[in-house]
């Protein structure tokens, strides 16, 4: 079955430490991810993802995902967090021509000032 | 370039009622796909539309219909709303509908149900 795991639902963080931020996926074929993140009353943003090639991808806002296919994962890292990254991140995977996107159930991140 | 635009933004319905929602997708984008979001489900995908035809349909009763007309705006319609419907939904466009392609959200509406 596909699926996409955040084992963190709620996550809080000092301003200027580093974050991140734990995604497993179950997929049959070759996957595409995704990291998205979403505002409060906000739709989804995209912050990167990953095809193929080079497993290290990099976003914006300063953040960046490694892939590892021998653990099914996608973590999504950032060196010095921001207070204004404060919002529900989401990790999805899809595949083939379809936009349908399975999302895993996000995790809340709080910034400490 | 305006970006997806998702009206009402908010809607309020009783049980039973039914609900027409809308989503203009940016213009030049083909794909257009609907998600509902709750605090209890997370997002799930409900249907995608390209080129006025339904290509994808996730696991939704049949009370869960759309469209997709030939200037690519898109409407989704829940007839006999139940309390269980109330959530937050989203639209997303992207050019060509391939998973490669960058989606573009909407701010979506919030659909409250009495």
Redesign the interface.
């Known amino acids: 079955a596909q699926s996409v795991t955040q084992p963190d639902i709620h996550i809080t963080v000092s301003e200027g430490a580093s974050l991140e931020l734990r995604c497993n996926y179950s997929y049959g074929a070759t996957p595409y991810l995704f990291w998205y993140v979403q505002s409060p009353g906000q739709g989804l943003q995209l912050l990167l993802k990953y095809f193929s090639g080079d497993t290290l991808v990099q976003g914006i806002k300063g953040f960046e995902a490694e892939f590892k296919r021998s653990q099914s994962s996608f973590n999504l890292r950032k060196p010095s967090v921001h207070w204004s990254d404060a919002a529900e991140y989401f990790c999805a995977v899809g595949g083939g021509a379809t936009n349908k996107l399975i999302f895993g159930t996000g995790t809340l991140l709080a910034v400490q000032p | 370039k305006a970006g997806?635009t998702q009206t009402p933004r908010y809607l309020i319905k009783t049980r039973g009622q039914q609900v027409t929602l809308s989503c203009s997708p940016i213009s030049g984008h083909r794909?257009v796909?609907w998600?509902q979001q709750t605090p209890g489900q997370?997002?799930?995908?409900l249907f995608?539309y390209f080129s006025e035809t339904q290509?994808?349909k996730?696991n939704f009763p049949g009370r869960f219909s759309g469209r997709q007309f030939s200037n690519s705006r898109s409407e989704m319609n829940v007839s006999t709303l139940e309390l269980g419907d109330s959530a937050l939904y989203?639209c997303?466009s992207?050019a060509q509908?391939?998973?490669?392609?960058?989606?573009f959200?909407?701010?979506?509406t919030q659909l409250s149900v009495l």
């Open positions: 997806v794909s796909s998600y997370g997002l799930q995908f995608e290509r994808n996730g989203l997303a992207s509908g391939a998973t490669n392609e960058k989606l959200f909407g701010s979506g």
